[in-house]
């Protein structure tokens, strides 16, 4: 089934109908994408990470989980599948296609259901309509990025921080220097390198197109990226798709921030879920690389971050005193389905 989840879109599967072995899984699904070509003129990827995704979703043997699922980034130029990240934005469409597959039996009305993200083993609770057995799709819940509106899904994180590498702030700094640039390395949900635009020479206002044919720019971020990833406990990140990059500027559109990120070679149209919960983490860190430039509304626990196709609300709950726990954090996210059928890759019987 193809669905689109928040500003993300991909193929999602149900665990028992793709092979068991990673490998002969992973080669399946760089076919079924069409992968690696810039075009992916022979598969259904649609020509950029956004829209080269794989959810595997499939129910659980654990009492406190409803459904199982893993994220699967396909690469879109190189023969590359990676799980070493979750997608908060595939992960809106997981409760709907399970809903449709008939995973979770006959349920009604504003239903919740308990999701593990595989690649981090970290819970989210996914909130969402259905009626007559079916998930709703239609609704007024507008999110940038995407055209019209939708039936709004709420997604509450559980125990995030750290997920990915052990934890919230990964060198135990709030602010450390990268090859001569200040950084934060924060990981809430998402290993996420935040730094000022200012300090690689570009104003952060720039639209993607701009940034991505700045050849300097991008290898300044490269170099920075793999250098973060020891750092960051993420090893050596030279072939890997994190830790991800948000050059922040302070806001012009009413938000609390002004984001342009990289995932990591592309520039993001929006700003992933994941990611932007890292990011708002920052702006509530004082002394981050971001803090001194956010516009933050005392006393809220919501965070608007400014992309370049609009905004995004992330919300941040911190725990009171000089510690740094993570109380909770949740986003509201759309999600539909798009087609459902058969996928035939390059070899097939």
């Known amino acids: 089934m193809l669905m689109r989840g928040g500003t993300s879109k991909g193929a999602?599967?149900?665990?028992e109908d793709l092979p068991p072995d990673p490998g002969r899984r992973d080669?399946?699904?760089l076919q079924v994408m069409g992968s690696p070509d810039p075009r992916q003129i022979d598969g259904v990827g649609g020509a950029h990470p956004l829209t080269t995704k794989v959810a595997v979703v499939g129910t659980s043997p654990r009492e406190d989980v409803d459904l199982e699922y893993?994220?699967?980034?396909?690469?879109?130029?190189?023969?590359?599948?990676?799980?070493?990240q979750n997608c908060g934005?595939?992960?809106a469409a997981v409760g709907p296609f399970a809903v449709e597959r008939?995973?979770?039996?006959?349920?009604?009305?504003?239903?919740?259901?308990?999701?593990?993200?595989?690649?981090?083993?970290?819970?989210?609770?996914?909130?969402?309509?259905?009626?007559?057995g079916a998930p709703v799709y239609a609704g007024d819940t507008e999110i940038s990025g995407v055209p019209g509106s939708a039936a709004g899904i709420v997604i509450e994180f559980e125990d995030i921080a750290g997920s990915s590498t052990g934890a919230l702030l990964p060198t135990g700094e709030v602010s450390n220097q990268v090859d001569g640039v200040e950084v934060t390395l924060v990981d809430n949900g998402m290993p996420v390198v935040v730094l000022p635009a200012s300090e690689v020479g570009v104003t952060g206002y720039e639209g993607c197109d701009e940034l991505e044919a700045n050849q300097g720019l991008r290898e300044k971020l490269e170099t920075i990226r793999i250098a973060a990833g020891p750092m960051m406990n993420l090893g050596d990140v030279t072939h890997a798709t994190g830790p991800k990059l948000t050059l922040v500027s302070p806001p012009r559109e009413g938000g609390a921030l002004s984001t342009r990120t990289f995932i990591p070679h592309r520039c993001h149209q929006a700003i992933g879920v994941l990611g932007?919960?890292?990011v708002a983490t920052a702006c509530l860190l004082p002394g981050s690389a971001a803090a001194g430039l956010a516009?933050?509304?005392?006393?809220?626990?919501i965070v608007r971050l400014e992309h370049p196709t609009g905004s995004f609300d992330a919300t941040v709950r911190l725990g009171p005193g000089p510690g740094l726990e993570v109380r909770g954090a949740g986003i509201v996210r759309t999600a539909r389905k798009l087609m459902d059928g058969v996928v035939f890759p390059?070899?097939?019987?």
Do not use: H
């Open 70 to 84: 893993l994220f699967l980034q396909v690469s879109v130029d190189r023969p590359e599948v990676s799980d070493r």
């Open 89 to 91: 934005n595939m992960l």
């Open 276 to 278: 932007a919960v890292s």
């Open 102 to 132: 008939g995973l979770l039996g006959r349920r009604e009305g504003k239903v919740s259901v308990r999701i593990l993200m595989e690649n981090t083993g970290r819970m989210a609770v996914a909130t969402f309509p259905v009626s007559d």
């Open 12 to 15: 999602f599967f149900l665990t």
């Open 295 to 301: 516009d933050i509304t005392p006393g809220s626990d």
């Open 27 to 29: 080669e399946l699904l």
């Open 346 to 349: 390059r070899t097939y019987r």
